[in-house]
Structures are given as C-alpha cells and as structure tokens.
C-alpha cells in the first residue's frame, strides 16, 4: 500500500485498471464508467423502510434543510419504495434497488423489536459488504406515538433509541436515533399564520383547551373553545398531527413566542438535529469512503458475473484494498464506542472518538485542538497520543477485544502523524 494514497485514490485506480481490462465488454465497462463518475457526484442517502414509516415525510424535511456541510449539494437523498413487510417475499427488489442506487441508508422502523431489525438489509449482502457495513444508520420513526402520545413521548423515544445502540441487533447500524418527521417537517416548513393560529390556542387557559387536543372529533368539534375555524383547525391537525398540537401550545405558553422559536424548538425536539448530525458525521463527513465503499462492491459483483482472464487480478487488488483499508475499521469501532459495546471509561472512549474521527477527520478534530493549533503543539499532542494508545495496545492485563480496539486507534494517531511532514 502507498503510504498518503487514500482510499478514493486506490479505489478510483482500481476502477481504472477494470475499466482497461473490460474495454471490450460494454456492459462492465458501463457499469464501471458509472461508478467513476459517482465518484464524483454527492453522496446518495436512501431512506428506506416498510410502508407507513414516514419516509416522504423524512425525505421532505431533509431537502428542506440545508446541512452545515452542505452548503451546496454534497447529499442527495432518495425516498425508497417500501421495504416488503416480513416474510413477504423471498428476495425483495427494493433490497437490490438499495445496493444499485443508494451509498448509504436510513432505516426507518416504528419499533426496534429484535426479529424486525435483525430483517433489515442492513447487514446483509456479501461477505465483503458485511466486513464494511458501516453505512446504515437506525431511526425509530413516528417518535411522536410512543407511549400512546404522551407528552414527553419524544424525550421516551430518545431513550429508547438510546438504550437500543448496546443491542446487538443494532450493531451494522453506526446509530440509532428517535425521529418524528411530521414536527421536523411542520417545523422547518412552520408559517406565519400557522404560528399565530397555534398562539391563540395556546391563549387559552390549559385546563380548558387541554380535553378538545385528546381526540380528532374534539379538536373539530363545535364546542372547540377558541375562535378558529374548523377548517383552520384541520389544516393545523394534517400538518401537526394532534400530538404537534400538543406539543407546539406548550411550547408557546412556556416562552416559545415566535414562529422562529418554536421551528427552532420542533426541528430539535423532533429529532431531526440529531439524525441529520449523524448523517453529516457518518456518511457526508466520509463521503469519500461511503462512495468508494460502493464502488468495490459494485465491483465485486460485476467481477463476480462476468469472467475475464485478468479476472483473478483484479479481485485481489480489490481484496488487498479493502483490507488494508482503515477508515472501515475506524467508522466500525466508532459504532461500537457510540454503543456502548468496548468496556471502557468514559474518558478513554472520548478520547478514542475524538483521535478516531467522529467529530471530524481533520487533524484539529481528532487531537481535540480549536483553532488553528500550532504546528509543534499538534504535533507532540499526536506523538504523545500515539504513546499512550501503543501503551495500551500492548498491556497484557488487557482483554483482547480491547487491544485489538486500541489497535484501531494506535493507527489513527500513525495516520495522524503522517500528515505532518
Ligand atoms: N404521528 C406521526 N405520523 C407521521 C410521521 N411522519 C409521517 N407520518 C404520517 O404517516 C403517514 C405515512 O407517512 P409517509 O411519509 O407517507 O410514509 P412512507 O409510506 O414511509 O413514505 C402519513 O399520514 C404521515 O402524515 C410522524 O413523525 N409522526
Ligand atoms: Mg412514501
């Protein structure tokens, strides 16, 4: 491996040297033409899941939002057909359409029950596309509905999610997290008129208004005790959902008194900040790598298909590549720590976040320095990281799942290092 070649470049060479050996075939060297140009094109994030999930909905409100690294387009998201419910059919086309269009994934899912996630085509595929399953990402969606709608069903949500990342079900996701993408989508997309209709709601004493928000037929009904129309109150409750209404008079009362506020209140409070962070992080951040990841699988299966006497070659270039490939192991291990699946303190695992990339994957970022470090400063943090991580690698009273974890992160400080020069 050439020392400072990344794993586009090595990747983007490979495509080459395939594309040079199946000059002569059009369909694979169409289909590895395509992918040297995905190379190039914004990372594509499907969201999929079963019908009902709230997938347009999701989909609506990411395009509605511009991410803080994406100031231009370097996402894209696609809004799947339906996952087939359980069992439903042997192969589903929707799981190939995933492989062939997406980069990455959103998985939606109204309950994180075992059998349910373990059926998500999450980790499935090759066993290449297992070793390197580290583009799926799990939202509990409709957070809204759990716990029948209370109103801390969003803070019951996020603890839920919470709690799901140390399951082992969960372990091909990078995260999970709670969303409700109908608040995320009524707040970003939050109207002047639809503030002030939701004001006067909320103006009215809660112990009045409090038994017409339990039901659809109150809400519309003629006793409703506040002058607004029904067809007002219809438009709110398609937009809001009755939990919206909720949550968003609440909110009024208790000092949310502008639409800014409150579409600032509902983005966070829906979960959306959170999954659309965890995006940026594990697949915009490291989109070079989710886009090469895509690329060697893609391939895999066209090597797989079409025989070629330089077929053997080409499949051990991309073995040789994939394995010596870093930024997977980093991007697993960062799962694992964010699950609470390495069995250490908690400063060690910030530290090893940090150093590993999770909060970006510039120098500054890892060594957990803010501005513009000095060059010498930087450079003994790493030296004196590295020691501390090759210390730790090594410590025989170590269990061995923990060294070969500090291992990882031992060569995330060499990486570091070699920036420097
Ligand atoms: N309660 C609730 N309903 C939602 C949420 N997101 C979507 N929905 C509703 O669920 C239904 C299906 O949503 P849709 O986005 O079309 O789901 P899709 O079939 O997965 O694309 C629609 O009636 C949405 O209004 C949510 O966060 N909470
Ligand atoms: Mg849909």
Redesign the pocket.
């Known amino acids: 491996m050439i020392a400072g070649t990344s794993l586009a470049e090595r990747v983007r060479s490979l495509l080459a040297e395939a594309a040079a050996v199946y000059r002569d075939r059009p369909r694979a060297l169409a289909l590895v033409r395509a992918h040297l140009t995905r190379l190039d094109e914004p990372v594509r994030v499907a969201v999929a ?12 409100a990411l395009d509605a939002r511009v991410s803080r690294h994406s100031p231009g387009r370097d996402v894209v998201f696609l ?1 799947m057909p ?1 996952l087939a419910a359980l069992g439903e059919r042997e192969e589903d086309p929707v799981v190939r359409q995933l492989a062939a269009e997406a980069d990455a994934v959103v998985f ?1 899912a109204r309950h994180p029950e075992a059998d349910q996630l373990s059926r998500l085509p999450a980790a499935s595929g090759s066993a290449l596309a297992r070793q390197t399953a580290v583009t799926s990402i799990l939202a509990l ?5 759990v716990g029948a ?1 209370r109103i801390d069903a969003l803070i019951a949500a996020k603890q839920l999610a919470r709690r799901s990342r140390t399951d082992d079900a969960c372990a091909p996701f990078q995260t999970v997290v709670a ?7 009524g707040g970003i997309t939050l109207q002047e008129n639809e503030f002030a209709a939701l004001a006067l709601l909320a103006s009215v004493p809660r112990a009045e208004l409090d038994r017409f928000l339990l039901s659809v037929d109150e809400f519309v009904s003629e006793r409703f005790p506040v002058r607004l129309d029904q067809s007002s109150r219809r438009v709110l409750l ?1 937009k809001f ?1 009755l ?2 209404v909720r949550l968003t008079t609440t909110l009024i009362r208790t000092g949310c008194d502008s639409a800014m506020k409150l579409s600032a209140q509902l983005v966070q409070r ?1 979960g959306f900040t959170e999954l659309r962070d965890a995006v940026d992080t594990y697949f915009v951040a490291r989109g070079d790598v989710v886009k090469a990841r895509t690329a060697l699988l893609a391939l895999e299966t066209m090597l797989d298909a079409e025989p070629h006497r330089q077929r053997e070659l080409l499949t051990a270039r991309l073995e040789q590549i994939t394995a010596g490939a870093h930024d997977f192991r980093e991007l697993r291990l960062i799962a694992a720590l964010h699950g609470g699946r390495v069995d250490w303190p908690e400063e060690l695992t910030t530290e090893a976040m940090c150093l590993l990339g999770a909060h970006g994957t510039d120098v500054p970022d890892r060594l957990g320095l803010d501005g513009e470090p000095d060059e010498g400063a930087a450079f003994s943090t790493a030296i004196a990281a590295l020691g501390r991580w090759r210390h730790r690698a090594e410590a025989p009273e170590t269990a061995p799942a923990e060294r070969a974890a500090a291992r990882v992160v031992v060569r995330s400080c060499e990486g570091i290092l070699a920036r420097f020069d």
């Open positions: 899941g079963r019908s009902g999930t709230g997938k347009s909905t999701l989909v609506s809004d339906a939606l969606s409709r957070a809204d509905e709608g969303v409700a993408g109908q608040l995320a989508l398609a959902g939990f919206g829906s």
